[in-house]
């Protein structure tokens, strides 16, 4: 059942290719800020993924948020998303992304409930 609440964590070690210099959004080997985009994304996603009807997933439509401390190669990184709104299809999220405890991003998402085969077929 889809309640509002619902939330995931999902985490990571920082490794040579989820750095800015690789990323390509940055020139230092530290977290880019696009992949703890991506690490929020995925915790969004996996909090309501068992909610949902057969045959339906989520897409992102918006992100916004702060990425406000580095992190370095072999830091462990961990995003939770917590369901604080259903309008329809439309599911919006708290993010936050943290450090060895401490907040190094934060923000909200935005996703949309859809039928992977008719969003498929409209490529």
Known sequence: MLIEGLNHTSAI?????????????????????????????????LAVAPALDNG????????ESSHIKPSKVGANVEATATLTKIDGRKLTFSVV?????????E???????????KFLSRL
């Open 13 to 45: 070690t920082v490794t040579m290719d989820k750095t800015a210099r690789i990323v390509g959004s940055g020139d230092m080997d530290v977290l880019a800020t696009p992949m703890m985009l991506a690490l929020m994304e995925n915790a969004a996603m």
């Open 56 to 63: 339906q997933t989520t897409v992102g439509g918006h992100i």
């Open 97 to 105: 992304a943290r450090m060895n405890g401490e907040v190094i991003g």
């Open 107 to 117: 923000g909200t998402h935005l996703r949309f409930i859809v039928d992977r085969e």
